[in-house]
């Protein structure tokens, strides 16, 4: 993420660029039902390159994903740590081997870890997370090693009525409730307010199972006038009232690019 902000913000300073950055996609391989048998049986296969076009669920047969093997280096001390985040990313642990010297002369000071996951889970900020729970000292090598049928399904996020196709992102259908919560609650927390009332959800599996209201910025249309006038006053209140419902038919919701980059952070 470091490296992206610097590379980031010198495109926009030296070449004046107006970029938009998205989180990395993989290729995934989809068997389509075949819609004309009752059957059940599959149909042509196809690639689907981002998760924005990836296809409704009820069109889906089979989904492959592609899965690598992992090659983690770290201090023995940290291992617990590193156990704990492989677990949260779905990953298949093979043989742990230590190496290195000590002081004494003694073997034993670093641990190789052999793991499989998906490439959908390293894409997931692993590194970065490997990072931290290792104080700096893990690294990581990997090379593709096969497909491998994958549970999943598109979570994508709609910001004041429309699908913003850089939050699309497939996940598994069993950590969907919470992706969706997380991404509508920090979306939340970093939209700027608009001039109307916008509304964030997530929406996967054919409904929206989060969603948060951003409220209006709220102008004091009355400040001006003095005494009991409250038939002017409630005239000035209807008139931005009306004011702010043709505001929300007809405006689009400005997404700042600092807020595409904060979302692909991960945590708070």
Known sequence: ??????????????????????????????????????SGEAGKKVKIYSPYFFPDDGNIQTVLEPWVKLKIISPIKYIGNIMQLLFEHEAEIGE?????????????????LSVKMSLRELMRNFFDELKSVSSGYGSISYEIDEMREANVTRLDIIVGGETVAAFSRVVSKRKVAEEAEKTVE??????PRQMFVTKIQGKALGRIIASRTIQAFRKDVTGYLYGGDVTRKMKLLEKQKKGKKKMKERGKVNIPQEVFLKMMRRGK
């Not at 470091?2 to 990395?24: A, D, Q, S, Y």
């Open 1 to 38: 993420m470091l490296h992206l902000e610097i590379i980031t913000e010198r495109l926009k300073r030296e070449f004046n660029l107006k970029l938009v950055i998205t989180t990395p996609s993989i290729t995934y391989e989809i068997i389509m039902k075949n819609p004309s048998t009752s």
């Open 96 to 112: 742990t081997d230590n190496f290195g010297n000590l002081s004494d002369g003694k073997t034993g000071n670093r641990s190789i």
């Open 186 to 191: 920090k979306l939340y927390g970093i939209l």
